[in-house]
Every structure is written in C-alpha cells, then in structure tokens.
T-cell receptor, first 115, second 114 residues
Framework: NAGVTQTPKFQVLKTGQSMTLQCAQDMNHNSMYWYRQDPGMGLRLIYYSASEGTTDKGEVPNGYNVSRLNKREFSLRLESAAPSQTSVYFC??????????????FGPGTRLTVT | GQSLEQPSEVTAVEGAIVQINCTYQTSGFYGLSWYQQHDGGAPTFLSYNALDGLEETGRFSSFLSRSDSYGYLLLQELQMKDSASYFCAVSVQISSGSARQLTFGSGTQLTVLP
C-alpha cells in the first residue's frame, strides 16, 4: 500500500497563475482533508471531504477550491496564486468510523512557493 | 472557534523523561490526539484520548482530563530520534451532521541532546 500520495512534491508559481494539487489514497478511507502548514506553525484545515460527493470548508478556505473526484482522489486548486499561499500543503485521509481514533494519515506534502 | 496552547520548545537529554502539555478551549470536543513531525516530513499519529486517563503505547503515554481541558504527552527513555515537533490536536464536530475535524496546536519542538 502506498498510503497517501501527493503530486507534485515541489512547485514554484508566479502570482496569478493557477494550479491543482493532486492527492490519492489507497486505504479505502471515507474522509479526506487538505491542510496548509506555514513555518513554525501547526496545520490549518483548508477543506475536507467527509465522504465521496461531499466537501466542506475548513478554517482557511479563501483562495482555494476542491474536488472529490472519487473515493480515492481529492484535489486542491489555486485559481489565482498569491504570495500568501506560499506554504507546505498536506493531504490526509481517515477512516472516520464511529468509535475509532479518527487517526489521520498524511501524504508527504507539496512545497509551494508563489513569487 | 478552537484554541490550543502548548510550549513552543522543550529540550532534554537522552534517556530522560519529558512531558509536553496541551490546554485547549473548544466546543464539540471528542478527543485529543498527538502527532509527531520530523523536519521536512509528514505528521504521523502517536495517540488519541477520548476518555479521561492515561493511554500507554511503548515509550509514549498520553493523558487527558476533560474537566480541565488539559492533556499531555509523556515521552520516556528519550532517544535522539525523538527530536521532532509534537502537535496536540482536538477532534471536534462543528455541528450535527458535519464531519469531525482536527484543529492543531502550533507544535512543540523537542530537542534531545546526547
């Protein structure tokens, strides 16, 4: 099992450019999440998808859109990148079953720089 | 909203015991989780407490007091490889029908010295 995979690993964008970050999991998890992590800080939730076909805003959704393509894949789109979106982006998934620890499994991250 | 507080840095020597505290203010609380993150790596799950008390997993233990909105992570027999950032995270459900979410603290950088 690959777990959670993310592409690309690194990306440099110019202000105003758009891009899509891809995420896939092979653990048959229902829930998937996108976080950003700025230097010296914790992770902040951008969007999440509790199950296939649903998406909801997290703490910092402005400037982003998401698509839950199927149960495996959850993509994050920056329509018009801004320097404030320079960050490390992590995708995560969890089984989210009642009574479980709701443990989240994280991908390796995408390091995005917007100039 | 939710807020969590944990120390920004802790330093200890190999073989020692260290405790990382976490206090939180939140609504819709379900449990407290701990994650470890090495430099340049992804967070990995360490433990989860839904009920009051101590949970032990090898050298690591985690404690929760729901009445005090407080928990801690205890690392025993410290090793150099334990040098990492440790994040507490509250598991919350914002509203009925919504999925549970994790809100993370800012992290505690643990440095283990030889």
């Amino acid at each position: 099992n690959a777990g959670v995979t993310q592409t690309p690993k690194f990306q440099v964008l110019k202000t105003g450019q758009s891009m899509t970050l891809q995420c896939a999991q092979d653990m048959n998890h229902n829930s998937m999440y996108w976080y950003r992590q700025d230097p010296g800080m914790g992770l902040r939730l951008i969007y999440y998808s509790a199950s296939e076909g649903t998406t909801d805003k997290g703490e910092v959704p402005n400037g982003y859109n998401v698509s839950r393509l199927n149960k495996r894949e959850f993509s994050l789109r920056l329509e018009s990148a801004a320097p404030s979106q320079t960050s490390v982006y992590f995708c995560a998934s969890s089984e989210a079953r009642a009574g479980s620890s709701y443990e989240q499994y994280f991908g390796p991250g995408t390091r995005l720089t917007v100039t | 909203g939710q807020s969590l507080e944990q120390p920004s840095e802790v330093t200890a020597v190999e073989g020692a015991i260290v405790q990382i505290n976490c206090t939180y203010q939140t609504s819709g609380f379900y449990g407290l989780s701990w994650y470890q993150q090495h430099d340049g790596g992804a967070p990995t799950f360490l433990s989860y407490n839904a009920l009051d008390g101590l949970e032990e997993t090898g050298r690591f233990s985690s404690f929760l007091s729901r009445s005090d909105s407080y928990g801690y992570l205890l690392l025993q027999e410290l090793q150099m490889k334990d040098s990492a950032s440790y994040f507490c995270a509250v598991s919350v459900q914002i509203s009925s029908g919504s999925a549970r979410q994790l809100t993370f603290g800012s992290g505690t950088q643990l440095t283990v010295l030889p």
